[in-house]
């Protein structure tokens, strides 16, 4: 048996290899060498030197704080009520279908609706508020983010409130608990391992955006993956680009290791 398990495992294991270990020891490779082909940690000074690169991490992690926050705000009570439907497949499936669309289609469909001439636009001037200036704001960014990502959110939240027993919410109205204190008191706690993951789903790729930040920010919000798209494709420094990819990945990593599911004595949680 155990023999089979390995064997149906390989596969597994060399995807793993190949296409998520081996990456990250190529990128830290390549950021100990400058744009000549030399060893040096000049990249890393160079980094933590500047004040721009170090704002440039600031604002990654603000806005993929917001864009968590705005995200989690929305998706948990629409998580909570969708377990509360009739037919809550349906409603779950209609959520998760636009993640089904490309993300440069739904970037280019955003850029019509907030356009200056868009629907948007349109709709305000029949209000007699007149056009606004929506494309290339800090707004149309977070808000074109937000949506992308409140599918990711929503799964996991959807699936740890489903999985509480129903016995244990029963059991808190029967010792006296009104709906506010079964949720605070039980729905709530037991659904954080929900709430983790989702940050998780939704923290780690905003902080890495880059073509929203092109295509709806105007190039208005710079984080560290515009730092990084600029570096390997234009000014061809893929030794300061692999650096910044590095940061990336250790800001990751600290986010996942305080998001984490923590054990306790005698198993898991």
């Known amino acids: 048996m155990t023999r089979t398990r ?3 495992g390989v596969p597994y294991y060399l995807w793993l290899l190949l296409f998520v270990i081996a990456p990250v020891l190529l990128i830290i490779y390549q950021s100990f060498f400058d744009m000549n082909g030399q060893f040096t940690l000049s990249n890393y000074a160079a980094y933590f030197s500047s004040g721009t690169y170090l704002k440039m991490t600031g604002n990654s992690v603000w806005y993929a704080f917001l864009i968590t926050l705005f995200t989690l705000l ?9 377990n509360k439907t ?5 409603w779950l ?14 970037a280019y469909a955003f850029i019509g609706l907030f356009s200056i001439h868009g629907s948007v636009n349109t709709f305000l001037s029949f209000l007699g508020i007149g056009p606004k200036q929506i494309l290339f704001t800090d707004f149309s960014f977070m808000f074109v983010a937000a949506y992308i990502e409140i599918p990711f959110m929503i799964m996991p939240i959807f699936n740890a409130i489903e999985e509480i027993n129903p016995s244990l919410v029963s059991a808190s109205r029967d010792l006296g608990a009104n709906s506010f204190e079964t949720f605070r008191r039980v729905i709530f706690p037991l659904s954080l391992e929900g709430v983790k993951a989702g940050i998780q789903a939704v923290f780690i790729p905003s902080l890495s955006l880059f073509m929203l930040t092109r295509l709806i920010g105007g190039n208005r919000v ?29 800001a990751m990593l600290i ?13 898991r949680r």
């Open 93 to 106: 499936m209609l959520i998760i279908l636009p993640t089904w669309i490309n993300l440069l289609l739904k």
């Open 222 to 250: 710079i984080t560290l993956g515009t730092a990084i798209e600029e570096h390997f494709l234009v000014t061809q420094n893929w030794g300061m680009g692999s650096t910044i990819g590095v940061v990336l990945i250790i």
């Open 74 to 82: 929305v998706s948990y009570p629409t998580a909570y009520f969708l």
């Open 255 to 267: 986010v996942m290791v305080l998001t984490g599911e923590k054990s306790r004595k005698g198993g």
């Open 86 to 90: 009739k037919h809550k497949d349906l």
């Open 6 to 8: 390995r064997f149906f």
